[in-house]
């Protein structure tokens, strides 16, 4: 694997106190890497990367991003310190132009470099110059993952976060957005992606984690884990794989 960049340890989080939604989870992000986190519904993949965004209180584990501990940053100061998430909702501002939203994204760009930050983004989002007058709200379902995508990029982040970027659109826009990520990759920007979508996913994808009840409990080479019994049986939730493992690691306790 190449530098990591973001590095993820024992991370244990949730909205209540006393009752955590993560439970330990690790992950490593390589530099330029797309790494995918998988699992059945109600495992906690959202609240993870949510947890790792400073949305979602952290109760253990640390997060380092580019070696720098980030674990207690509030959410505000994420993208200044490179790290930009691109939530599943209400992710552009649908009032507002194309333009201006890509405008706002910008606020902690120097105002000179500004102009021709957008001018790069429309060039990498060409269906988003058409539309750079239109308001938000008004486009279509990935294009609209576009311009959210496009808010998150505008900023030059060392790492993408992106929670079920596929959810909710046409079979023809989860192809265009899953093409799209796949060219963001190719220009070095390193991604994290949560995303039920799992076969579109692994796809595009170099590495995957698979979480299941708040705690990574398996990993590999994205290519190879369509196919894996293992995953198969995590993502049906059939508990003999937890004992399986946990007398493989070593660990132990329920997950």
């Known amino acids: ?95 507002m132009s194309v333009e201006d939203n890509l405008k706002v994204a910008c606020g902690i760009l120097e105002r000179p470099e500004i102009p021709a930050r957008i001018e790069e983004m429309y060039a990498a989002f060409p269906d988003l110059i058409r539309q750079r007058r239109t308001a938000a709200g008004n486009l279509s379902g990935g294009q609209r993952q576009m311009l959210a995508v496009a808010r998150a990029l505008i900023v030059h982040p060392k790492v993408l976060v992106l929670d079920e970027p596929s959810a909710g659109l046409s079979p023809k826009f989860v192809s265009m957005v899953f093409e799209m990520l796949a060219g963001i990759r190719k220009s070095g920007v390193t991604i994290l992606l949560v995303e039920q979508n799992a076969k579109a996913a692994l796809a595009i994808g170099d590495r995957a984690y698979v979480l299941v009840e708040g705690k990574d409990r398996h990993e590999g080479v994205a290519s190879e884990l369509w196919n894996d019994p293992v995953v198969a049986e995590l993502y049906l939730g059939q508990r003999p794989l937890k004992a399986e493992k946990t007398s493989q690691t070593g660990k132990g306790g329920a997950a």
């Open 1 to 95: 694997m190449s530098e990591i960049v973001l590095d993820v340890r024992n991370l244990e989080a949730g909205y209540e106190p006393g009752v955590p939604i993560v439970r330990g989870a690790s992950i490593t992000v390589g530099k330029g890497e797309i790494v995918v986190v998988l699992g059945p519904n109600g495992a906690g993949k959202s609240s993870f990367i949510k947890a790792i965004a400073g949305l979602v209180p952290i109760t253990g584990g640390t997060v380092f991003l580019d070696g720098n501990d980030i674990t207690a940053a509030p959410a505000h100061t994420m993208v200044r310190l490179g790290l930009a998430f691109v939530p599943q909702t209400e992710n552009i501002f649908p009032l």
